[in-house]
């Protein structure tokens, strides 16, 4: 059990075979905040300490959905890094935390919505981080409220059925159910990462792959950026042009069919 804000520890009345005790936050808008711990497990505080956020109550190994509720997403990361990286050195074995670090992100990819704002994301809905940002990019351009959310932690194999591309994920497991729900939905595979790339045998987008892939989208976007510049100068021609011709076919309405007018 970790703190949830920095406060002063209370020791309560014991219930049972358990202890009472209760964080007094320091800032006085917030809540009192109360544990109960069972008295056989070792308390690190005593009656009128200051704790910190994060700091330990209980003595233990703490849930790394709290941490990441309480210290965010860097801290959670932080922990699952040490916590691996322990397992590993007590055998001898050195290993970067790079490795770990690609695995870690995967799992905190997703965002759960808190409130969908003026967006077409729903709440409670879990999305990537770069879906969410490119809701919320539209919103902002349009003036709209944008969509709040907060991170969760999936496990591995969770974080891995529910990536965007559903050719990953179904390479992975639970084949026949991810493919008959892609169907079912009418998903399009945009072919952005690793895997599903390996798997069409087309070029990664890293290395040189991810070079070429950006100045792909780079030309892309000056294309449609040159196309709607041509496009608003056709239509600004077209709105000169119509008065013109307008004025013209009035003055050609107002002459009296002779044979000079004809000429």
Known sequence: IIAEADGYVRFGNDYKNKRR???EPVDE??????YMIPKGKHIPVQEGDFVQKGDYIMDGNPAPHDILRILGVEALANYMIDEVQDVYRLQGVKINDKHIEVIVRQMLQKQEILDSGDTTLLKGEHVDKQELEEENLKARNRGLREASAEAILLGITKASLQTRSFISAASFQETTRVLTEASVQGKRDKLVGLKENVIVGRLIPAGTGGATSRVKTIAGDRDQIVIEARRSEAQQAAALAAPL???ETDADAGLVDTVESRD
């Open 29 to 34: 808008t917030l809540t009192a905040m109360e």
């Open 21 to 23: 005790i209760t964080v």
């Open 245 to 247: 011709e307008v004025m």
